[in-house]
């Protein structure tokens, strides 16, 4: 099956920096990469996406940048903030119905 | 809409008690999920339902059963509940049929088992 990792597993960075999260996948048929943040002691949610047939999403702050031949994929928070300070999870699908395999999880803390 | 709910938050079991984790959507989502969380790892997917009356198992579904009667509904039963099951579990729901492969998560249950 599918296997995600994520590096590293907790980045500090300072307020304004940027932040760079990388995620390896190990099925070439993945086709679908979405990026949750988490909040302590709430649900995931969805920031940004992409899907294979792109090879950068950009959303104000946030971008994800794909690389199929080598099978990673990233995400890039820019002039970071405190309140960007969560764990961010990446997925990438796994064979059909719309299943996805998770990483472990990156903890992020912005420094005021 | 109220999107996707779970109850209960927070749950108390011993070791070999069952019980029922309620998840419902009113989103009119076809797909269902239901995933655990430990600490300082990922989401791993337990069962999911692509339509009422169609379940199958996930990565980890010892332990565990579902049933889907209805779009709406997509309960998880422990039976003999066991310390490893310690856990944050967590449903989710998604519609792929707009295109989209967005999966929305409930706010989860913490269940402890002692």
């Known amino acids: 099956g599918e296997n995600v990792e994520q590096h590293p597993s907790t980045l500090s960075v300072q307020e304004g920096d940027s932040a760079v999260i990388k995620c390896t996948y190990s099925?070439?048929?993945?086709?679908?990469f979405p990026w949750y943040k988490q909040e302590l002691g709430k649900r995931p949610q969805l920031i940004i996406d992409?899907?294979?047939?792109?090879g950068e999403k950009k959303d104000q702050r946030i971008a994800v940048t794909l690389n199929k031949t080598a099978k990673h994929f990233s995400l890039h928070i820019t002039e970071t903030q405190p309140e960007d300070s969560a764990v961010y999870f990446c997925?990438?699908?796994?064979?059909?119905?719309?299943?996805?395999?998770f990483g472990k999880g990156n903890q992020v803390v912005v420094i005021p | 809409n109220a999107g996707v709910t779970q109850t209960p938050k927070f749950r108390i079991l011993k070791i070999g008690q069952s019980m029922t984790l309620q998840c419902t959507q009113d989103?009119?989502?076809?797909?269902m999920y239901w995933y655990r969380q430990d600490p300082g790892m990922g989401l791993k997917l337990i069962y999911y339902?692509?339509?009422?009356?169609?379940?199958d198992k996930g990565e980890v579904p010892n332990g565990y059963n579902v049933s889907r009667s209805t779009t709406e509904d997509f309960p998880l039963r422990l039976e003999l509940a066991a310390p490893s099951q310690t856990s944050v579990y967590f449903c989710?729901?998604?519609?792929?049929?707009?295109?989209?492969?967005?999966?929305?998560f409930g706010p989860g249950t913490r269940l402890t088992v002692t």
């Open positions: 989710a729901s998604s519609y792929p049929q707009d295109g989209g492969y967005e999966q929305y």
């Open positions: 099925d070439s048929a993945s086709n679908y």
């Open positions: 992409i899907r294979s047939n792109v």
């Open positions: 997925a990438a699908s796994m064979g059909g119905n719309n299943r996805l395999a």
């Open positions: 989103m009119n989502h076809n797909y």
């Open positions: 339902s692509v339509g009422a009356g169609i379940t």
